[in-house]
């Protein structure tokens, strides 16, 4: 199977194989200064942000795990942010500002409004800003710097996510196919984020977890439903060691299982980047 993808300039985008064709789409990254529209605590852990104004104009995203930097000031406060370049990317100061990797969870071009969703902890930058941000508040975002797209034509998914990558899940289940065939397998550190609301739709199932004090639960509930029977695409996203033991899995099923895996955060590391 082929399936042809290309950027906003209208070239074809390389891509890596897991057995299936994920493809590396562009976009033009830019940089904006947005403010804070709304806030809503979605469940007990999960705040979520409504940023608009004039700058979201011409905004792209077209991918469930499209992401954005948000850009902090340093600690006297100042703000330094990327210039952008002729060929649309962007030139970031030396050393790097202070940023943080944050999937969007909607986005609305004719309403002019961005949700972005974030887990509150401690010790967080972002967290820590998100636990205070508030309406009116400026706050600096760089990109989506491209995706990494996979098909929609699979006969079912399966969906291995923490409540960092539940944005992601949320929206691929709101803008899937209505036929779609899936199972989304969810850990949370509180039960609580369990009210986190999902779109209802026939033929998808889904699985709650929490973990065994620091052990994650989220591999194993995703082996225990056995081998796919059809034709599958896995998307594992979230701590880096919890689903790292769903590659070897995903490996043992060859021909028919696709996947897509992507750490959004490591224990003990602040600010992963992948």
Same mark, same amino acid.
Not at 86 to 108: A, C, N, Q, V
Not at 141 to 157: L, R, S
């Given at each position: !199977? =082929?399936? &042809? #993808?290309?950027?906003?300039?209208? =070239?074809?985008?390389?891509?890596?194989?897991?057995?299936?064709?994920?493809?590396?789409?562009?976009?033009?990254?830019?940089?904006?200064?947005?403010?804070?529209?709304? #806030?809503? *605590?979605?469940?007990?852990?999960?705040?979520? +942000?409504? !940023?608009?104004?004039? *700058?979201?104009?011409?905004?792209?995203?077209?991918?469930?795990?499209?992401?954005?930097?948000?850009?902090?000031?340093?600690?006297?406060?100042?703000?330094?942010?990327? %210039?952008?370049?002729?060929?649309?990317?962007? $030139?970031?100061?030396? @050393?790097?500002?202070?940023?943080?990797?944050?999937?969007?969870? =909607?986005?609305?071009?004719?309403?002019?409004?961005?949700? !972005?969703?974030?887990?509150?902890?401690?010790?967080?930058?972002?967290?820590?800003?998100?636990? $205070? /941000?508030?309406?009116?508040?400026? %706050?600096? %975002?760089?990109?989506?710097?491209?995706?990494?797209?996979?098909?929609?034509?699979?006969?079912?998914?399966?969906?291995?996510?923490?409540?960092?990558?539940?944005?992601?899940?949320? =929206?691929?289940? *709101? &803008?899937? @196919?209505? $036929?779609?065939?899936?199972?989304?397998?969810?850990?949370?550190?509180?039960?609580?984020?369990?009210?986190?609301?999902?779109?209802?739709?026939?033929?998808? *199932?889904?699985?709650? +977890?929490?973990?065994?004090?620091?052990?994650?639960?989220?591999?194993?509930?995703?082996?225990?439903?056995? /081998?796919?029977?059809?034709?599958?695409? +896995?998307?594992?996203?979230?701590?880096?060691?919890?689903?790292?033991?769903?590659?070897?899995?995903?490996?043992?099923?060859?021909?028919? !299982?696709?996947?897509?895996?992507?750490?959004?955060?490591? #224990?003990?590391?602040?600010? +992963?980047?992948?």
């Amino acid at each position: !199977m =082929r399936i &042809e #993808r290309h950027d906003p300039r209208g =070239r074809v985008l390389e891509h890596h194989r897991t057995g299936a064709e994920i493809r590396r789409i562009g976009y033009p990254i830019g940089i904006r200064t947005l403010q804070v529209l709304r #806030r809503e *605590e979605v469940t007990p852990n999960i705040v979520r +942000l409504t !940023m608009g104004g004039p *700058e979201l104009d011409g905004f792209h995203t077209y991918q469930a795990d499209d992401h954005i930097k948000i850009i902090f000031p340093d600690g006297d406060g100042a703000v330094r942010l990327p %210039v952008p370049t002729p060929d649309l990317d962007l $030139d970031w100061p030396k @050393p790097s500002p202070p940023s943080r990797r944050y999937t969007i969870r =909607r986005y609305d071009a004719d309403a002019g409004e961005l949700d !972005m969703d974030f887990v509150l902890h401690a010790g967080g930058l972002a967290s820590a800003w998100a636990a $205070d /941000a508030g309406p009116g508040q400026d %706050v600096a %975002v760089a990109g989506p710097p491209g995706a990494k797209a996979f098909p929609h034509n699979y006969d079912h998914y399966v969906f291995a996510v923490d409540a960092t990558a539940l944005p992601a899940a949320a =929206r691929w289940l *709101e &803008e899937s @196919p209505p $036929d779609v065939s899936a199972r989304l397998v969810i850990e949370t550190a509180d039960a609580a984020d369990h009210a986190y609301p999902l779109a209802a739709r026939d033929g998808v *199932e889904v699985t709650w +977890l929490t973990p065994d004090g620091d052990r994650s639960r989220l591999a194993g509930a995703v082996r225990a439903a056995g /081998a796919p029977a059809a034709r599958t695409f +896995l998307f594992a996203a979230g701590e880096t060691g919890a689903i790292k033991p769903l590659r070897s899995w995903a490996r043992e099923h060859g021909d028919r !299982m696709d996947a897509l895996f992507t750490g959004y955060w490591k #224990r003990g590391v602040a600010g +992963l980047e992948e």
